[in-house]
T-cell receptor, first 109, second 113 residues
Framework: GQSLEQPSEVTAVEGAIVQINCTYQ??????LSWYQQHDGGAPTFLSY????GLEETGRFSSFLSRSDSYGYLLLQELQMKDSASYFC??????????FGTGTRLLVSP | DTAVSQTPKYLVTQMGNDKSIKCEQN?????MYWYKQDSKKFLKIMFS???????INETVPNRFSPKSPDKAHLNLHINSLELGDSAVYFC????????????FGPGTRLTVT
């Protein structure tokens, strides 16, 4: 089977840094994507890691360790608008993405 | 300038009815998808089409029938609706079937009563 595990919920305050972890077990692996989804909205692409290491995109960074089947999304200088659900997704190479269970991030003032 | 659009946004219907959801993308992408997001927000692929050809059918009941008249459109028809079909259905597109970056439509919230 295929599974991607994430914490169900993370809370933090404005201005803080938060890390959302993703561990995966899939039949194929080409890379790890991250998507953001606000309540009532559509998932939107944030970042992608095909190789080990850190990818930085503004306040957001994403990390991958293929040997550990593990990745994380790091959000810095948190803002209220970052309150949303975050999904990791594996590119399995079988022409589809498999999405994780999702992490709900709550940012408080 | 909507990239991926879906209609309708909300759909309330009774068990046993047949309904359709339409999707259009103006990104020039070759691949389109249907996803189902349940009440626990689990997002699961149902179908994908590449250049109007079905390439993925994820063990979805045959009451669900996608149709792609051209590569910019992918519609979803559902027969004999059941309570368990209640969910949010997202259409998405990407340049290639192997693309890690997909663009999602706004979703259609289907409620079956």
């Amino acid at each position: 089977g295929q599974s991607l595990e994430q914490p169900s919920e993370v809370t933090a305050v404005e201005g803080a840094i938060v890390q959302i972890n993703c561990t995966y077990q899939t039949s194929g692996f080409y890379g790890l994507s991250w998507y953001q989804q606000h309540d009532g909205g559509a998932p939107t692409f944030l970042s992608y890691n095909a190789l080990d290491g850190l990818e930085e995109t503004g306040r957001f960074s994403s990390f991958l360790s293929r040997s550990d089947s593990y990745g994380y999304l790091l959000l810095q200088e948190l803002q209220m608008k970052d309150s949303a659900s975050y999904f990791c997704a594996v590119n399995t190479g079988f022409q589809k993405l498999v999405f994780g269970t999702g992490t709900r991030l709550l940012v408080s003032p | 300038d909507t990239a991926v659009s879906q209609t309708p946004k909300y759909l309330v219907t009774q068990m046993g009815n047949d309904k359709s959801i339409k999707c259009e993308q103006n990104l020039g992408h070759d691949t389109m998808y249907w996803y189902k997001q349940d009440s626990k927000k689990f997002l699961k692929i149902m179908f994908s089409y590449n250049n109007k050809e079905l390439i993925i059918n994820e063990t979805v009941p045959n009451r669900f029938s996608p149709k792609s008249p051209d590569k910019a459109h992918l519609n979803l028809h559902i027969n004999s609706l059941e309570l368990g079909d209640s969910a949010v259905y997202f259409c998405a597109s990407s340049q290639e079937p192997t693309s890690y970056e997909q663009y999602f439509g706004p979703g259609t919230r289907l409620t079956v009563t």
